[in-house]
């Protein structure tokens, strides 16, 4: 038969060998195979049609290579770079494979922040970049020591199975939370009169890193007057009072 006619009656798959290895009598013809190590396969093909003619083998070489696992690197952030809590870490992965990516993890671990996401790919992707953003809570705690800094791996995941680890990239969180103050003694709009003192004014202070101090002063119709009480080592919790009398020719309203 000739090739392009519709005068086949079936088409054989043979070894190099001559050995036939599948037969398939309805168009387009074809034959599957799972190759179980890498080099080369030859396939052969002849055709045979209606009237039992057949025609001469052609081959096919087909070079079979190893199947490796993906290839992943954190391309974003760069090491040593620092991200403030309460801040958001944006994170950019490249990953790639020969026969198509399945999905990328994410592995964030610190002394004092462990988490984990996953972006997934479509299928059929064997090349792309996977996008992450991590949120740095308010209240976590800086990374102080140098040679515990925060880590970041990637793992990419083959369709076959096969997964491979980027190099870790270090980040350092550092302290960008503004620590909370409010004094609780007093009522809004009190009043005081002129010459009278204010015997405790109690402040209240949180911060996760620790407060180091509290500062207090009053301004406006009186006299500004500083205060400051100092913590050794800091508190993560701390209170302070304070006391002012007011100047008699002035009346402080709060």
Do not use: Y
Request: net charge negative; glycine share 8%.
């Amino acid at each position: 038969p000739q090739a392009g006619t519709t005068d086949v009656n079936f088409v054989d798959f043979l070894a190099p060998s001559g050995q036939v290895i599948d037969t398939d009598n309805a168009p387009p013809f074809t034959h599957s195979f799972t190759a179980t190590q890498a080099g080369t396969v030859t396939i052969l093909a002849a055709a045979t049609d209606f009237a039992g003619n057949r025609a001469e083998p052609v081959s096919l070489t087909i070079t079979v290579v190893p199947n490796s696992p993906p290839t992943v690197a954190i391309v974003a952030p760069s090491g040593g770079t620092q991200i403030g809590t309460g801040q958001s870490l944006a994170v950019l992965v490249q990953a790639s494979d020969l026969l198509a990516l399945t999905d990328v993890e994410l592995d964030v671990r610190g002394s004092h922040l462990v988490t984990t996401q996953l972006v997934h790919f479509g299928a059929g992707v064997t090349s792309g970049t996977a996008s992450f953003s991590v949120p740095i809570p308010a209240t976590a705690q800086p990374d102080t020591d140098v040679q515990q800094l925060t880590q970041l791996t990637a793992i990419a995941h083959d369709v076959s199975g096969l997964a491979s680890t980027s190099a870790p990239v270090t980040v350092q969180i550092v302290d960008a939370t503004a620590p909370t103050a409010q004094i609780t003694s007093l009522a809004n709009n009190f009043i005081v009169g002129p010459g009278e003192t204010i015997p405790v004014i109690t402040v209240q202070a949180a911060d996760a890193v620790g407060v180091a101090e509290i500062r207090f002063h009053t301004e406006g119709a009186v006299v500004t007057v500083p205060a400051v009480q100092s913590f050794t080592p800091p508190k993560t919790g701390a209170t302070a009072t304070f006391s002012f009398t007011v100047p008699e020719e002035g009346v402080a309203q709060g």
